[in-house]
């Protein structure tokens, strides 16, 4: 099984990534085991104690709250680059996620500051889908 490398974290740390903390706590005295669960900071994860809370490719045409505004993300795209083909790359990625390797980096900009899963950790197992916690 693969594991969460700091190349898949780092892209995310200007952008305040949220993690799920799943520290497990041995009681001494009762020997019961202590779920500790709630939001950590990123540094949590790398100390291998919590994961990532990610959206996956799929939400880009599904409406987000991001800093407490919402929107469409690739409705937002089309609007803000109607020049650029990024809301058709958009299309490209949700057809097929291989294709995020072809996207233009500003669009990977957007997603990364989204917390979208361009790395597919979701599917490893490695991230939370955030549609999972509500």
Not at 8 to 17: E, I, Q, V
Not at 97 to 118: A, M
């Amino acid at each position: 099984m693969e594991k969460l490398k700091l190349e898949h974290l780092a892209p995310y740390l200007p952008y305040g990534l949220k993690c799920w903390s799943t520290t497990i706590i041995l009681n001494s005295e009762t020997e019961n085991r202590i779920y500790e669960m709630g939001l950590i900071s990123l540094r949590g994860v790398l100390k291998g104690t919590g994961i990532p809370i990610l959206r996956p490719l799929s939400d880009l045409t599904k409406e987000i709250a991001v800093n407490g505004k919402t929107f469409v993300p690739k409705e937002l795209l089309e609007a803000r680059y109607y020049t650029l083909d990024l809301y058709k790359q958009c299309d490209r990625i949700i057809e097929d996620s291989r294709w995020i390797n072809q996207c233009d980096y500003l669009l990977i900009q957007h997603l990364l500051e989204w917390h979208f899963d361009v790395f597919g950790l979701i599917e490893k197992g490695l991230a939370i889908d955030i549609n999972t916690l509500n």
